[in-house]
């Protein structure tokens, strides 16, 4: 015997249909992705609630999860006092800003030509172009050091940024990007008299503004986190960078983890700051032209 559905009358709404209830499998999923976010946020908590704590409280065993010895603000003072943090925050910003500038700027310019320019064997020198990326910056330190030596750019932004101006990665990104773009328009805008760099500031780059995010934020997150080369191409303290202080609070003579970690907090306060608001960028540059 079979039953009718109902059928919707005129002036009457249809029957709701009940909503199925969640499946297990998709509770599962939330519970695992929860205590994954936890663990990856553990670290940042720490960090921020380490900074307050006194030498009683991070020297304890167990640790202490919290400031149970009263909360110590004076960290950051201490952190102030020992390195000249106003000067090297500055000098960060800045070879961030270089850095981040150059690399989208010769970015851009390099996946132009790879895309719209005809190129005689630009497969070729694409690949050849990309295998530089394969070379660890460590087997060619030695020369870029000599260089800015004797172009006496030591302890200078200039001497901290130059080596790092061109990226492989970015351009292989850009590139991606610029193959998804419709070729339609490209021959539009040549029948309209637009140049190559009239199409590539004014309507190229603007369409690409999702891989164009994605590149900034990750090359800033890179020049910020940078070490070795701030290392060893600064000397005067005022001309390091906050990653060379942090290092230098805890081979201070008042060496505590609760100060140390407030440099960290200092120092990682802007990164976080970017990932947090420009995660969607990231996500939607990285993925521009994977699907078409």
Same mark, same amino acid.
């Given at each position: ?185 490209? =021959? ?5 008299? #637009? %140049?190559?760099?009239?199409? /590539? @500031?004014?309507? &190229? !780059? ?48 008042? =060496? ?5 970690? #407030? %440099?960290?907090?200092?120092? /990682? @306060?802007?990164? &976080? !700051? ?19």
């Amino acid at each position: 015997m079979t039953t009718k559905e109902p059928v919707a009358t005129p002036g009457k709404a249809a029957p709701k249909k009940a909503r199925p209830g969640r499946r297990p499998s998709n509770i599962g999923t939330y519970l695992i992705l929860g205590v994954l976010f936890l663990i990856v946020l553990f670290p940042v908590y720490y960090g921020l609630v380490g900074s307050l704590m006194g030498e009683r409280d991070t020297n304890s065993f167990p640790p202490a999860l919290y400031p149970e010895n009263g909360v110590h603000p004076e960290n950051y003072s201490k952190a102030l006092d020992i390195i000249p943090l106003g000067d090297q925050y500055l000098t960060s910003v800045l070879q961030t800003l270089g850095i981040t500038l150059g690399q989208m700027i010769t970015s851009a310019l390099a996946a132009y030509a790879f895309v719209f320019l005809n190129l005689r064997w630009r497969g070729f020198w694409f690949a050849v172009f990309l295998s530089t990326m394969m070379i660890p910056f460590e087997s060619i330190i030695i020369p870029n050091y000599l260089l800015i030596s004797q172009w006496g750019l030591k302890d200078t932004i200039a001497g901290l940024t130059l080596p790092f101006l061109a990226t492989g990665f970015g351009t292989f990104l850009l590139r991606q990007s610029f193959l998804s773009f419709p070729m339609e328009l490209r =021959d539009a805008a040549r029948v309209d008299g #637009a %140049g190559h760099v009239r199409f /590539l @500031f004014s309507i &190229l !780059l603007p369409l690409s503004r999702p891989s164009l995010a994605a590149l900034g934020i990750w090359s800033a997150l890179s020049a910020w986190n940078m070490y070795f080369w701030p290392l060893l191409a600064t000397e005067a303290p005022e001309n390091q960078t906050i990653q060379i202080g942090i290092s230098q609070l805890q081979s201070s003579d008042s =060496d505590s983890p609760g100060m140390v970690l #407030a %440099g960290v907090m200092l120092a /990682l @306060f802007p990164t &976080l !700051l970017l990932v947090i608001f420009g995660q969607r960028f990231i996500v939607r540059g990285l993925t521009t032209g994977a699907v078409k």
